[in-house]
């Protein structure tokens, strides 16, 4: 598929974090009186915070957002969630009713919400002007079978995410808290990850929303069959989120790609974002470094997809609910890791 979209641009706009304000910053934690490795973790995200702040001392992390990509997939009609088909609209209003636990984390932390309806199977007026602006369509093809998007609607799909990061990172947001909500996706996800990581369905198909041994077997037999249409198009990355992909993958691709070039941080959910993080290290490899991986959910494809981004989870929560829950957890250790260094007062040398 000839594409409009310059993947190769990303490769050279994607630079490294600052290495000499991440070693500023360990070196900082000495004047604090704090030993080496004494606060953990914290102080490994405090580093890696510098580098992508590009300054020492930390600026602490006080303009968090959350921001969830939304649409259904074809593939749900199969059977392959506990969640009927096409009830994702279902799930977005209750977000922007404030009545989803994702909202009450968000406030609890004192994060922004935003909601981006790429392609979900609901009325072009079921939600408000900002929330649907970017939506490619309604719901996506069954993968297993046929293509989710058309290469148009992929590119348009991740024309959109650019546009969302850059208005992200125009409006001053300094850390983003990823998610999505669709029926379906981990199924979707699934395939991506079975493509690049070349392993088969079984290897990657996961339980989910919780689904049974039956469910499991359907599902893993749809991320089969879309693992054949897939594997012919991996050297195109908008032609593979085309066939298998969907409009929120594709979006969170480019979402997360331009994340990277304007140095925006990114904490990754779960195995959804780590799929599309997997097809943007593909175009660009240095973007894993803009990235951490909020939590671990228990899905098999999530521990290769992160295995081979080489990210190691913050938590390990379990959380499958999607909508950004399982990265939203993680928020406060980035928040503790970028005011310690900022606020604590040096020790005086001992004489």
Same mark, same amino acid.
């Given at each position: 598929?000839?594409?409009?979209?310059?993947?190769?641009?990303?490769?050279?706009?994607?630079?490294?974090?600052?290495?000499?304000?991440?070693?500023?910053?360990?070196?900082?934690?000495?004047?604090?009186?704090?030993?080496?490795?004494?606060?953990?973790?914290? $102080? +490994?995200?405090?580093?890696?915070?510098?580098?992508?702040?590009?300054?020492?001392?930390?600026?602490?992390?006080? $303009?968090?957002?959350?921001?969830?990509?939304?649409?259904?997939?074809?593939?749900?009609?199969?059977?392959?969630?506990?969640?009927?088909?096409?009830?994702?609209? @279902?799930?977005?209003?209750?977000?922007?009713?404030?009545?989803?636990?994702?909202?009450?984390?968000?406030?609890?932390?004192?994060?922004?919400?935003?909601?981006?309806?790429?392609?979900?199977?609901?009325?072009? @007026?079921?939600?408000?002007?900002?929330?649907?602006?970017?939506?490619?369509?309604?719901?996506?093809?069954?993968?297993?079978?046929?293509?989710?998007?058309?290469?148009?609607?992929?590119?348009?799909?991740?024309?959109?995410?650019?546009?969302?990061?850059?208005?992200?990172?125009?409006?001053?947001?300094?850390?983003?808290?990823?998610?999505?909500?669709?029926?379906?996706?981990?199924?979707?996800?699934?395939?991506?990850?079975?493509?690049?990581?070349?392993? @088969?369905?079984?290897?990657?198909?996961?339980?989910?929303?919780?689904?049974?041994?039956?469910?499991?077997?359907?599902?893993?037999?749809?991320?089969? @069959?879309?693992?054949?249409?897939?594997?012919?198009?991996?050297?195109?990355?908008?032609?593979?989120?085309?066939?298998?992909?969907?409009?929120?993958?594709?979006?969170?691709?480019?979402?997360?790609? +331009?994340?990277?070039?304007?140095?925006?941080?990114?904490?990754?959910?779960?195995?959804?974002?780590?799929?599309?993080?997997?097809?943007?290290?593909?175009?660009?490899?240095?973007?894993?470094?803009?990235?951490?991986?909020?939590?671990?959910?228990?899905?098999?494809?999530?521990?290769?997809?992160?295995?081979?981004?080489?990210?190691?989870?913050?938590?390990?929560?379990?959380?499958?609910?999607?909508?950004?829950?399982?990265?939203?957890?993680?928020?406060?250790?980035?928040?503790?890791?970028?005011?310690?260094?900022?606020?604590?007062?040096?020790?005086?040398?001992?004489?």
């Amino acid at each position: 598929m000839d594409s409009t979209v310059d993947l190769d641009a990303f490769s050279s706009l994607v630079e490294r974090p600052d290495d000499t304000a991440r070693q500023a910053t360990e070196e900082r934690w000495a004047s604090l009186g704090v030993p080496p490795g004494g606060l953990g973790q914290l $102080q +490994q995200l405090g580093g890696w915070l510098a580098g992508v702040q590009g300054r020492c001392p930390v600026r602490p992390v006080e $303009q968090a957002k959350v921001v969830i990509f939304a649409g259904d997939h074809g593939v749900a009609s199969l059977g392959v969630s506990t969640l009927p088909a096409g009830t994702t609209a @279902d799930r977005v209003r209750a977000v922007l009713d404030g009545a989803a636990p994702v909202n009450v984390l968000a406030q609890r932390f004192g994060a922004r919400m935003r909601v981006v309806d790429m392609s979900v199977d609901a009325d072009a @007026d079921a939600f408000p002007e900002e929330v649907v602006r970017h939506r490619v369509r309604r719901g996506s093809g069954r993968i297993d079978i046929e293509d989710a998007l058309t290469g148009a609607q992929a590119e348009q799909a991740f024309l959109a995410g650019v546009a969302v990061a850059d208005e992200e990172a125009d409006s001053g947001t300094d850390l983003v808290v990823l998610g999505d909500l669709g029926v379906g996706s981990t199924t979707v996800a699934a395939v991506l990850v079975g493509a690049l990581c070349g392993t @088969d369905a079984a290897a990657v198909t996961g339980r989910g929303s919780g689904i049974d041994d039956r469910m499991w077997m359907v599902k893993c037999a749809a991320v089969r @069959d879309a693992l054949r249409r897939a594997r012919p198009v991996l050297g195109d990355q908008i032609a593979l989120l085309a066939a298998t992909g969907g409009a929120d993958f594709a979006a969170i691709t480019g979402f997360l790609l +331009q994340s990277a070039v304007r140095r925006t941080p990114v904490l990754l959910d779960g195995v959804v974002s780590a799929a599309c993080a997997l097809v943007a290290q593909r175009i660009a490899f240095r973007a894993p470094e803009w990235w951490r991986a909020g939590q671990a959910t228990g899905e098999p494809a999530l521990v290769k997809a992160y295995d081979r981004l080489t990210l190691e989870p913050l938590q390990d929560q379990r959380i499958t609910l999607g909508g950004a829950v399982g990265a939203l957890m993680a928020l406060p250790l980035l928040q503790a890791a970028s005011s310690m260094p900022a606020e604590l007062p040096e020790q005086p040398e001992s004489k």
